[in-house]
C-alpha cells in the first residue's frame, strides 16, 4: 500500500493518471521517483532548483560556445596574420589541408598516366582554401549558435540564429529570441575573417609566383623534368660553367625564400607548378645534386656558392620534413646508406666525361664525398617528391601513386653552323589538350 500525502495543484501530471483518492488526499504509489514526491513535498524549493540548474546549464552553455569561438578566431590570426611555422591551434588547418589532398590523390587514382593525374590534383589548393573558409565558418556557427541556446532555449534555433546573423552581418533575423549583441558580435567576425582572407591571397600568390620563377628558368638549363648530371652537362656543352656561381647563389636565397614562406603557410605546399612536367621539388633536388657532384667531381673548381647552396637547401628540406611530422635526422653519418646506387651515379659520370665536363676525379673516387652530401637531403627529398607527387624523373625515387618509369630530360640539339643537319630535335613533353590529355615525342628533320 501506498502512502497518503495532501493534493495540491502541484501534483506533476505524469503520475496524475496513477494517482487515487483516499480519504480527500492522493495516493502516490511506493515507485514513484524521489523528484516527484520531493515536488509534491516541497514544490517551492523544487522550483528554485529547476531555476538554479537552468541558470548553471546557460553558463556552461555560454562558456563552451564562447571557448570555440575564441579558438576559431584566435587559429584564423595565426594562419592569416602571424607569420610563424603553425605549432598549436591553427595546425587544424592542417588537417583540412591533408584531407583535402587525400581525397585528390584518391580521385587521381582512377587515371594511369601522369599528365592526367596532373590535371585532377591541379585544383588541390584552391579547394583548399575553400576547406579552410568553410571550417572557420561552421566553427563560429557552432560556437555562436550554443551561446544562443540560453537566449533561445533551442540549439537548433541558436545554430539557425547564428547563421543568418554570421552571412548576413544581422540583416535578417531567424532562429527564435534574437540576442542583438551576438548576433553584431558575429556579423563583424565573419566580415574582418573575409577581409583578412582577401589579403592572404596575394600573399599567397606572390610567393608562389617567386618559387615558380626560377624553376621555369631551370628548364633550359636542366631539362624538364630537371635532373642534376644533365644541369652540368648543358653548361658545359654552350660553355657557361662560368655561371653556375650565380645559379648557386640564386637557389640559396630562392630555398631561404621557400623555406619561410612554405613553413609559415604550408597550403603552399598544395600548390602545383603550371606546366605538368615542371615541379619546385625536382628543380631544387636538381641544384643540390648538380653541387654535389661538381664539389665531388672536381673540388678544387668547384666554387663556394655550391656549398652554400647545398647548406640552405638541407635547411629548407628539414624545415618542411619537420612541419610536416616526419622524423629527420639533422645530424646523418657520411657514410649512412642512401637510394640511390652506386651504378646510378658511375652512369651519370661517364655522361659528363663524354661531354667533356671537367673531372678531376674518377667515379669511384668521388662516389664517397658525393654520397657524403647527398645523405643529409636525399630521404626528406623523396619523401617531398612523393607526397606531392611530382613528375617521374631520375635520382628522384620513387612515387606510391605512379607506375610509370622515371622520365629522361630531353636535350634539344647544340646547333651551330657547320653543324650536322641531320640532326634531330626532339620536342619537350607535352600536354595536347585540357581534355584528351597525352605524352609524346616528335622528331623533326
Not at 37 to 58: F, I, K, N, W
Not at 82 to 101: A, C, S
Not at 384 to 403: E, F, N, Q, V
Amino acid at each position: 500500500m501506498g502512502r497518503r500525502v495532501r493534493a495540491h495543484a502541484g501534483t506533476p501530471q505524469p503520475y496524475a493518471h496513477r494517482a487515487r483518492a483516499v480519504g480527500g488526499g492522493v495516493h502516490l504509489p511506493r515507485r514513484a521517483p524521489a523528484r516527484a514526491r520531493l515536488r509534491c513535498r516541497y514544490p517551492g524549493a523544487v522550483r528554485r532548483a529547476d531555476q538554479e540548474l537552468g541558470v548553471v546549464l546557460s553558463v556552461i552553455d555560454f562558456v563552451v560556445g564562447l571557448a570555440i569561438v575564441v579558438l576559431t578566431i584566435t587559429g584564423i590570426l595565426f594562419v592569416l596574420v602571424l607569420p610563424r611555422q603553425p605549432f598549436g591551434i591553427e595546425r587544424l588547418t592542417l588537417l583540412v589541408n591533408r584531407t583535402v589532398r587525400l581525397f585528390f590523390v584518391v580521385l587521381s587514382r582512377l587515371v594511369s598516366s601522369y599528365e592526367k593525374k596532373d590535371a585532377i590534383l591541379a585544383p588541390t589548393a584552391p579547394v583548399a582554401l575553400l576547406g579552410q573558409i568553410l571550417f572557420w565558418a561552421a566553427s563560429l556557427i557552432v560556437g555562436f549558435g550554443i551561446m544562443l541556446v540560453p537566449t533561445t532555449h533551442s540549439l537548433g534555433l541558436g545554430l539557425l540564429q547564428a547563421l543568418t546573423a554570421l552571412f548576413t552581418v544581422g540583416a535578417i533575423h531567424a532562429g527564435g529570441v534574437q540576442n542583438v549583441g551576438i548576433d553584431i558580435w558575429a556579423g563583424a567576425t565573419w566580415v574582418i575573417v573575409v577581409a583578412l582572407q582577401i589579403a592572404y591571397l596575394p600573399t599567397l600568390y606572390g610567393a608562389f609566383s617567386r618559387r615558380e620563377s626560377l624553376v621555369a628558368m631551370l628548364e633550359s638549363r636542366a631539362g624538364a623534368p630537371a635532373w642534376g648530371p644533365e644541369l652540368l652537362a648543358r653548361h658545359q656543352l654552350v660553355g657557361i660553367l662560368d655561371t653556375l656561381p650565380d645559379l648557386y647563389k640564386d637557389w640559396e636565397l630562392w630555398s631561404a625564400d621557400v623555406a619561410e614562406s612554405h613553413s609559415t603557410y604550408p597550403i603552399l605546399l598544395l600548390f602545383r607548378s603550371p606546366e605538368p612536367w615542371l615541379s619546385w621539388t625536382l628543380g631544387l633536388l636538381a641544384v643540390l645534386d648538380s653541387a654535389a657532384l661538381q664539389l665531388a667531381l672536381s673540388p678544387s673548381a668547384a666554387p663556394s656558392q655550391a656549398r652554400l647552396c647545398l647548406r640552405m637547401g638541407f635547411t629548407l628540406t628539414n624545415r618542411i620534413a619537420t612541419l610536416l611530422g616526419w622524423e629527420v635526422n639533422f645530424d646523418p653519418q657520411p657514410d649512412a646508406p642512401i637510394q640511390l646506387t652506386y651504378e646510378e651515379f658511375a652512369d651519370a659520370v661517364a655522361m659528363l666525361e663524354r661531354v667533356g665536363f671537367p673531372l678531376e676525379r674518377t667515379a669511384e673516387q668521388a662516389w664517397p664525398d658525393f654520397h657524403g652530401w647527398r645523405v643529409n637531403y636525399e630521404e626528406s627529398m623523396y619523401h617531398l617528391t612523393d607526397r606531392l607527387i611530382a613528375p617521374p624523373a631520375k635520382w628522384s625515387g620513387t612515387r606510391r601513386h605512379l607506375h610509370e618509369a622515371a622520365e629522361e630530360p630531353h636535350r634539344p640539339p647544340h646547333r651551330h653552323p657547320g653543324s650536322n643537319p641531320e640532326a634531330t630535335f626532339e620536342e619537350p613533353l607535352l600536354v595536347t589538350s585540357s581534355w584528351r590529355l597525352r605524352r609524346h615525342r616528335t622528331n623533326r628533320p
